[in-house]
């Protein structure tokens, strides 16, 4: 039977599967819950049939239906994400779990979309791919070389000069054993490259950034190729609150508490303001002790440790300015996009994704990952309630035309009705040319 998309009008008859390795309530990161919000929005489209194949999790059906979505649990990851060791073990078994089980179903779909991307695997339908992190580009997982810059390009020897420097793959510390051990350096380039490769098997690219279209181009994608769409924030509105300061301007920090997220440089940076605001801070991680002795003479800066997902909102309702002072290149924060929702400025160091949502001047503030630079675009912000005001407003203002939930999945469907007609051919002369 013929439908319709509601928004533009086109018959739109997709059978979608969706592949991820993790999927809600196996959740790790922001990946998983912007798959599982995507999955049940697009579901809602009259017309769109939305399943989505993942892995296995102890105690929960294999099979079952959940807000409009099939959810297949038939995958194998082959181990926990605890350490390096397992997350390599665990590269080698799901590969090979997710090429068996989609040769079983994939016939019935009119197209694959891949939405982590360690999932992606050649298919003879026509396949999206969602690049929401940099595994793809960098050997490492975060594009951030000796943990100093933002990195322009691999190679061996300037991978070995690289890992040598540094205290993380990923999210995941760096023992002496491994940063010194050949055989490892071995064994994560040669992953790289695979990932890297598995680029040459998708036909489009959903991006969440402008900086990873970027990349993706440097790889040999055309751009033509690829569709801009950032994730939906995730917003869980309840009637449980927290209470925040009710004295002075309250700055916010949500987010893990890591040494690339450089909430130690936002602390030195409000050090320096002669200032009765708060600064608070949420989140929890390995940092949290070095960043607590940082900051334990001076009464205004807060640590409320890990907030449950349903009183974040309360966060956001009683901050001021939301920070996001990075010192990697995120692809793009959550955190960006909730404060968007919110209507509240934001005052993000200017790396990766930030300038998405953060137009200088406009809706916040993007600063130089300097304490000094910090510091003083802290004192401009804090220093009129009219300007924080308006930042905010035209922040929501932002966020209505640009990141609203119905236009980003229009960008989703009409990628889909523009390039799933694509003949094998022409997918097979695509491959052939990234190559």
Not at 38 to 44: D, I, M, N, R, T
Not at 318 to 334: N, Y
């Amino acid at each position: 039977m013929n439908r319709h998309d509601g928004k533009n009008g086109r018959k739109v008859n997709l059978r979608i599967l969706v592949v991820t390795e993790s999927y809600p309530p196996q959740s790790y990161g922001g990946g998983e819950i912007s798959c599982e919000l995507f999955s049940k929005e697009l579901a809602k489209r009259e017309g769109i049939d939305v399943t989505v194949l993942t892995s296995k999790v102890e105690g929960v059906d294999e099979s079952v239906v959940k807000n409009g979505v099939k959810i297949l649990r038939r995958l194998k990851t082959g181990g926990s994400r605890s350490t390096l060791k397992d997350n390599l073990q665990r590269r080698l078994f799901f590969k090979r779990s997710v090429k068996k089980e989609i040769s079983k179903i994939v016939n019935k779909f009119d197209l694959v979309h891949f939405f982590n991307i360690t999932s992606i695997v050649k298919v003879d339908k026509p396949s999206f791919a969602t690049i929401n992190s940099y595994v793809n580009f960098c050997p490492k997982g975060n594009l951030f070389y000796k943990e100093e810059r933002v990195c322009e390009g691999c190679a061996p020897i300037k991978f070995m000069g690289c890992i040598i420097e540094s205290d993380y793959v990923g999210g995941y510390e760096l023992s002496p054993f491994l940063k010194y051990n050949p055989i490892f350096w071995l064994a994560i380039y040669t992953d790289y490259l695979k990932r890297k490769k598995s680029l040459q098997v998708v036909d489009h690219f959903f991006s969440l950034s402008g900086f990873i279209n970027d990349l993706l181009i440097k790889e040999g994608v055309s751009s033509q190729d690829i569709t801009k769409v950032v994730n939906m924030p995730d917003i869980d509105i309840s009637d449980k609150k927290l209470d925040l300061p009710k004295d002075g301007v309250n700055v916010s920090y949500i987010g893990q508490l890591g040494k690339i997220k450089g909430v130690d440089l936002l602390i030195k940076a409000f050090d320096q303001i002669d200032t009765d605001a708060n600064l608070v801070i949420v989140g929890d991680g390995p940092e949290r002790q070095k960043l607590e002795e940082l900051a334990k003479n001076n009464p205004n800066i807060l640590f409320l440790g890990k907030v449950e997902h349903d009183l974040i909102h309360s966060v956001y309702e009683q901050s001021d300015v939301i920070t996001v002072p990075s010192l990697w290149p995120e692809p793009l924060s959550r955190v960006l996009l909730e404060a968007a929702y919110f209507g509240k400025p934001i005052l993000a160091t200017d790396v990766g994704g930030s300038s998405e949502v953060v137009k200088h001047g406009y809706n916040g503030l993007l600063v130089e990952p300097n304490i000094q630079d910090f510091s003083n675009k802290l004192k401009y912000i804090l220093r009129s309630d009219m300007k924080r005001g308006k930042m905010g407003k035209n922040m929501r203002k932002f966020y209505k035309k640009k990141l609203s939930k119905d236009k980003m999945l229009n960008n989703y469907v009409n990628a889909y009705l523009n390039h799933s007609g694509l003949l094998k051919e022409k997918r097979d002369a695509v491959h052939e040319r990234r190559r």
